[in-house]
Every structure is written in C-alpha cells, then in structure tokens.
C-alpha cells in the first residue's frame, strides 16, 4: 500500500458521504463540496439524502422543497442543477465517466469523484488542491491541464481509485494547505521536490471583492406581510426575497430607515440600506419560502424596525 493510503487510514476525515457508494449520494456530497468548507456541508448532506434518497424522491418532493433545504448553503444554482440532474436520472444514473461527463452540470472533476469513487473506475480527480499538491511534488508550477493529467494519472492508486482521490483531497485540505503546509507530517515528503519552498508552486492569490451600494425598500402590509416575492433570473433564481435599487436611483424618507446591513457573496459584496414603508394593500404573504441569507438579514432586520416602532 502506497505511503498516501496507508496515512489516510489513520488520518482521514469522518464525513458521512464516506461510508456509501451510492453514486447518487456521492453526486449530492460532491456538488455540496463544490460550495465552502466540507464540515459545514454535513448537515445539508444529511438532511437531502434523508428527504430525497433517489433522483425520483427528490423530483416527487419538487425543486422549492430541495431549495428550502439548501437554504443558508449559498450557490444556489447549483441545487437548480441538482434538480435538474433528478428529473433526468429518474430511471438510473450513469455508470461511466464519458455518460456523467455529458450531463449538465457536470464537470471533469465530479465525474472523475463520482465514478472512481461509486464505481472503482480509474480517474483522476484535479481541482485546486490536487494541482497545488502536483505542483509541489514536482517542483514547478505547472499551468496546462494536460500535465497536471498526466501526472495524476501515473499518480493514481490502480487498485483503489476512489481511496486515492480522497486521500489527495484530504491531504490537500489538512496538510498540503495552500498556506503554512506541513511538510514534516506529510506522507509524500519523502520525494517532494518543491517541500523546501511549498509557498512558491501554485498558490492561488485572493480575489479582492467588488463592494456594491444599494438600496432596498420592503412594502410592509397591515398585518406585517412582507412585499416578497419569487426571484425569475440571477443567481437566486426561484429563491424568494426582496428587490435591491441602486442607490443612485433610489430616493427613501428617512423615517422609513430601518437600518444598513453588509452581505458578502464569492466576488461581491453589497453593502444595503433597508428602508420600509406601511401600505394598507393586500401583499403576498410569505410562507415557508426558500430565502437566501441575504433576503432573511434584510427580512429581519425590517421585522425589528417594524416591533421597535409599534412598541413606541
Ligand atoms: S512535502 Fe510539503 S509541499 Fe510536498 S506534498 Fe507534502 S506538504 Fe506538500
């Protein structure tokens, strides 16, 4: 057993997507993992299998109940796809890599998780943590996808595929970190050509975020129902919320201020004064809609301006 496996035996992480082959699960966990750090994934993972356990479930339950679930996960395109991915797979799931390759949503890298782990099949799994890693063993910082290919390739445990995948991306996420790697606890020291410089091969540098100033005025009815309404385009399509104005087009009495609130998105952030306004008009009434964090800090923030006001 290579050096690698036989550190994943005693250091692998306890997610609970690890202890099935079900492809359709490892599709959910692989497309979770897509969005922020996997510990934060787990309770979203558990909480879809549980209500969707096959593609069929999930299109039976319908698209806003899956993005009532998503809700707080973010991307929510990507549980669009999710869903989209069911309605199609609802006689079965592919079994190979060029069939999971053709669906939508589906890139090079959750086809190669999915059929090396569910199925055994030899492909090799390359994002950012796996071409930091290559770049490091080898020395240099290599920029065509081809090569990094090529060396994950020879790379690759031929027996245990799906155990190797993981095991790079464990060890990218716990030792081979993008900052501060730990080259003395790493099994693949031994013939590391770049562990006496690691920080100078492939480390990604951080995107500044652009800083957007809007405005968002919420329509208050009577009885405290809220102007919300279903999203047609974006990317928080078919999420409920709240119309954001540009702040340069947008004119609001200031007694109708209820506060400012700052949201950070991958490459955004917004930064939005809340303003909100009595009407005696029937307003749809939000149920328990899926709203993005976004929508329920704006949400709740008018609901305490609306209680601080009644009380005074
Ligand atoms: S020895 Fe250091 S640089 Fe090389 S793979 Fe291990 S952690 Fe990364």
Not at 8 to 18: A, G, H, L, Y
Not at 142 to 151: A, D, Q, W
Not at 168 to 189: E, F, I, Q, W, Y
Not at 276 to 294: E, R, S
Request: aromatic share 10%; glycine share 6%; charged share 25%.
């Amino acid at each position: 057993m290579s050096a690698l496996l036989e550190w994943w035996k005693e250091n692998q992480d306890d997610f609970p997507w690890r202890e099935t082959k079900d492809p359709w699960k490892i599709l959910i966990s692989e497309i979770l993992l897509q969005q922020t750090q996997a510990k934060r994934m787990i309770p979203y993972y558990q909480r879809i299998i549980e209500a969707s356990p096959t593609p069929k479930a999930m299109v039976e339950n319908g698209e806003e109940y899956l993005l009532k679930l998503w809700e707080g996960a973010g991307y929510y395109r990507r549980a669009r796809y999710l869903f989209k991915l069911a309605e199609m797979c609802q006689n079965g799931l592919p079994d190979n890599y060029e069939d999971w390759l053709a669906l939508p949503g589906i890139g090079p890298y959750t086809a190669a998780a999915i059929c090396s782990i569910a199925f055994n099949l030899n492909v090799s799994c390359i994002d950012g943590n796996v071409k930091r890693i290559i770049s490091r063993l080898v020395g240099h910082n290599i920029t065509k996808f081809s090569e990094f290919k090529r060396i994950a390739d020879q790379l690759i445990d031929k027996a245990r595929p799906g155990d190797w995948n993981q095991a790079l991306m464990d060890l990218g996420r716990n030792v081979c970190k993008p900052a501060n790697p730990n080259c003395d606890d790493c099994p693949l020291s031994e013939g590391c050509i770049g562990k006496q410089d690691p920080m100078s091969f492939s480390t990604p540098k951080k995107v500044k975020s652009k800083l957007m100033k809007v405005d968002c005025l919420v329509i208050l009815g009577k009885d405290g129902t809220l102007n919300i309404r279903r999203k047609a385009s974006g990317h928080l399509q078919n999420m409920w919320g709240f119309e954001l104005t540009d702040r340069n087009e947008a004119s609001f009495k200031e007694e109708e201020y209820c506060g400012n609130i700052s949201h950070a998105f991958t490459h955004r952030k917004w930064d939005i004064d809340v303003y909100a306004k009595k009407t005696a008009k029937m307003l749809i009434v939000p149920g328990d809609v899926p709203m993005a964090k976004l929508d329920q800090k704006i949400r709740d923030i008018v609901l305490a301006w609306d209680v601080k006001r009644n009380n005074s």
